[in-house]
């Protein structure tokens, strides 16, 4: 498992989720996550996540347009790149996770392979395109779905007004089931001048903080990462 994990270079979110299961810190079994991540850009490691614990529930919100939607494959230096990752804008989402599985899973034994079909794929890979998280939270007030893992990773930050981002990041916790768990990731004061980020202050990520039981959390050069239980 070690070695596929390097060859998916399994980043953030999955690598910190996928230590925390192995280390028995989430109690939630992972066959049974339900995952809610606002800004899922690359979905590779959630991708790579199902594959290895079989979850059923993925719903995944994001301003990006369809026809930008990648799965990133990493490819050796000397390794040749292949034709059929020659994509455009009319590959669809399944046929992205196809290449992903083609080449980054390569190395499974065939009898262990679990790879999707397109039915499966589409009914547990639920993609919100060109919907800000404001919008999906308008039009899902009533939402019945409840998962139990919300991913924040470098959304709030985009938000210019800070209000609006608490409001935001409040009603998304209210949805997250009974100790539903929370992965964010913020822009911090060390953050380079940029105006299309708003970075937190170390009082503003403890605000985002005092909502949760935290059991992990890492400063990084321009980013903090935080990971926590919901307190009920």
Request: proline share 5%.
């Amino acid at each position: 498992m070690e070695n596929l994990m390097i060859k998916a270079k399994l980043t953030s979110p999955g690598s910190e989720i996928k230590n925390l299961i192995d280390n028995n810190i989430i109690v939630i079994q992972p066959k049974d996550l339900k995952v809610l991540d606002i800004g899922f850009g690359d979905p590779d490691s959630l991708i790579f996540l199902q594959h290895l614990y079989g979850f059923k529930d993925y719903v995944g919100v994001d301003k990006i347009q369809r026809s930008n939607f990648k799965i990133c494959v990493s490819f050796d230096d000397d390794t040749l790149f292949p034709e059929d990752m020659v994509t455009n804008e009319r590959t669809t989402p399944y046929e992205h996770y196809k290449l992903f599985y083609k080449y980054t899973l390569s190395n499974i034994p065939v009898e262990e392979r679990t790879e999707l079909s397109q039915p499966d794929f589409e009914k547990i890979f639920q993609f919100h395109f060109e919907t800000p998280v404001q919008t999906y939270l308008k039009e899902n007030t009533f939402n019945t779905y409840k998962p139990n893992l919300l991913i924040l990773s470098d959304i709030l930050h985009k938000i210019d007004d800070k209000d609006e981002a608490q409001e935001v990041y409040f009603d998304l916790l209210k949805r997250l089931d009974i100790n539903g768990l929370v992965w964010v990731q913020v822009y911090n004061l060390n953050t380079p001048v940029n105006t299309s980020i708003y970075p937190y202050s170390f009082q503003e990520i403890e605000t985002l903080k005092d909502s949760l039981d935290i059991i992990f959390e890492e400063e990084r050069p321009d980013k903090t990462l935080f990971i926590g239980r919901k307190v009920s």
